[in-house]
């Protein structure tokens, strides 16, 4: 079972400016949190609100739907099949679209792959279905020491009434903390760590989002996430979250998650580069190593 080593040190993070980031977000139209954790320390802004997550929910999901993979000594090349009645129409979903109206004959490792590289909707409530539902994946969460998070709604359910995507919500911190426990080797095997690694390393969504703040040679493996507006123009959330993979070998855990936001799409995405940026800066700036 993962022991929260470091969830302990929730304290001041003296290595990042805090008017650094409240200047970037001063003025803004948008509640913007943000956690980070390098070096068993914690940053946080805004941590105390809890924002909705989008399809950073999925990771969520994956980590839940690989433990109980590891239960049941499912591999991740094991083949199953998702059925056509399960692949919403009316919704984002590569897979789908690759294979249309068909019985698609897959692998646990694409399904995941899909789920977290492409953000494909449909694939991502495969996974909520086969770990028993989206309050299994909570309580798997939860189970391993990380609080701060809700998670009531799947994909289908958001799509259905675009006010659910509230109720699928968590603390900037808890995000990090999440990600720093699969980091540690401790919840899943190696080889399934590495894969979920890879897979975020692969993402393809949030290319003007956190990782257009860091240099182009730094390895940035994450998960986004994006909502509609309302009617009145306002955007439920835009999330980015991930682990930044240090010169020095280092690794540096970071979530931003933009709620309620009036700004434009580019100035949401505009606000997580420039955070990125400051971590980035600041952490390599004092330390000698990097």
Known sequence: MFACACFYCVMSFGQIKTDDIKNLIKGKEAVVGMAVIYDDKCFTVRNRNDYPLMSLFKLHVSVAALNKMERENISL???TYIEPTQMDEDTYSPLRDKYPNQRIRISYRDIIGYTMSQSDNNTCDWLINFVGGIQQVEAYIKSLGIKGVKLNETERSMHE??????????????????????????????ENTAFL???????????????????????????????????????????????????????????????DSKESDEENARIMSSIARVVYDNIISRNDSL
Do not use: W
């Open 197 to 259: 690694r890879q897979t975020m390393l692969d993402c393809s969504t949030g290319t003007d989002k956190l990782i257009a703040g860091l240099p182009v040679n730094v390895r940035f493996g994450h998960k986004t996430g994006h909502s509609d507006r309302k009617p009145d123009g306002t955007q439920i959330a835009t999330t980015d979250a991930g682990v930044i993979y240090l010169p020095n070998g280092k690794k540096c855990f970071i979530a931003v998650l933009i709620k």
């Open 77 to 79: 090349d094991s083949l």
């Open 161 to 190: 009434d675009i006010f659910n995507s509230y109720n699928n919500r968590a603390t900037p911190l808890s995000v990090t903390q999440l990600l720093q426990a699969v980091e540690a080797g401790n919840i899943l095997t190696a």
